[in-house]
């Protein structure tokens, strides 16, 4: 195949790699950006949460504080006080005549104010309950519902009755959802000397206010949605009927408050109706328009005292994301056209190159090839030829000795105790005393002198044209060397080494006779104490 024909081979595959790497930039760099957007909706949607929890906190505290104002009314205390006593004179619950007529003077004195909250602070709820069972005496909303039962439904009633204590929050009542602040009322006031307690009073309003103080700042649009399942449990079964007929439910959840009448026709869609479900943040095309949406879950009074509570809703944020979208599409145009580019420069310098190239890569796998060679030679720890070279040069050294008549001697070198080191000292430090170990070697050992790493702590030492005198000398300095260091981070004599020194005595030896006496002459050095040099007989 002549070498046109390879470097057009060549060009083409490089050309479809490049290719294949420009499309997965741009794909990759895409995915990044959608990544960014979604990472860039959730921050706006925890905003958006947080907001809502603050503004919630808000309202709630002002509905307090209007029923705060009713309630510090002397007459309306008196009035209050005097309808408790008639109704718990008369068998409890709804009373009877003088109860009757007490709630007629208190409705009266509460008129006017509640008029006015009506009109300026949009307060929808005015409740007095008392006693132990949260008995309601009088609902300024729904004046022909009173003597009920309140224990086990309205919380923060509840409470406030049970500690006389203010309290508030979201909750659902028997009629009515809303945002409510509830606080005691004192005959003669709280802090008189004859105070005396009477009840509680509640004020609160719809989620409507909330939403109207909350979209303008945060440019986005809300929907309160309420689980049917809540509403079963603490609704007054005509009342939930007539909330049904008035407010078709959706996948088991009423809107409660929303300004957008498009909420429903959102709700229908199957990926919102799984965010209201699922909550978390996405982002779709809707019509001619691209929204993100958030659900984050709603809890009432209860469920901030006790977490575990589930949720009695959801709240549902949508907001307009379509220059969001265009940025998106332009940066993806953009992307595009960079590749392309890119792409074409790209080929062209490739195009021209590739001779060069071709002669260049030629050469670099050249000196990889010897790169590998050399490094399946060495050992990856301490950089020692290892010992499948040691193989293959024994064998060439040992037939070149004999057929010359050479000397040739060997020494097998073996670290004492070398197996306490790694019990004691953990396995690393052992690394290091077989690195240090080995560094001490090739210093030592003369320009001619080979050394291999043998086993796991055993070196093979090769002295060509050495006797075995000259050869034990050399063990012998060595020894003492790896005696007096300190190695791998250990102290000075804590490791030692035992040495076989074998000489090739005639021609007529096998390679395998010598590394035996070697390493029989090394047992020896063991046998004797170790941290000794020990030469082999023939």
Sequence with gaps: MSNLTVRAKVFLWLSLILAVSDALFVWINYRAEQARFQSHLEQRATHL????????????LSMQQTATFVASMPEVQQAFHQGRFAAEQEGGGAGGPRAKLARERLLKLVSTPWQ????????RQLHFQFGSNATSFLRVHA?????????????????????????????????????????PVFLNGHHAEDGRFIGVLEAGTSFRTLLELLEKPSQARFAVLLSMSHLSDTYFPDRLEKLKKENTPLNGNIVEATLHPEVRELLNIPQIAQLVEQKGTVWLKVGERHLAFTAFPLRDYLGRQDPQR?????VMAWMDVEDEILQLKRDLSFNIAYAVIAFILIETMLFFALRRATFSLEKMIANQTATLRDMAAHDELTGLFNRHYLD??????????????????????DLDHFKLINDNHGHLVGDH????????????LRISDLAFRFGG????????????????????????????????????????????VAQMEASGESLDTLLARADSALYAAKGKGRNRVEVAGV
């Design 49 to 60: 949460h947080n907001l809502f929890e603050v503004e919630l906190g808000n309202t709630a």
């Design 143 to 183: 004046t022909d519902r009173f003597g009920d039962n309140l224990e086990g439904v309205r919380h923060t009633i509840f409470h406030a009755l049970r500690d006389q204590r203010p309290t508030k929050g979201f909750e659902c009542g028997r009629i009515i959802c809303g945002i409510r602040g509830v606080t």
């Design 310 to 314: 589930a949720p009695v809703g959801t």
């Design 392 to 413: 293959e040069f024994l064998q060439k050294e040992y037939a070149s000795a004999t057929r010359h008549d050479r000397t040739f001697t060997i020494a097998i070198l």
């Design 457 to 500: 702590e055993e070196f093979l030492l090769v002295f060509p044209d050495t006797d075995i005198e000259e050869a034990r000398g050399l063990c012998e300095e060595l020894r003492l060397q790896l005696c007096g260091r300190g190695l791998g981070g250990l102290e000075a004599g804590k490791i030692t080494a035992s040495f076989g």
């Design 433 to 444: 005393v077989l690195v240090d170990a080995a560094a001490l070697i090739m210093n030592r």
């Design 116 to 123: 006015e909250l009506r009109d300026h602070y949009d307060t």
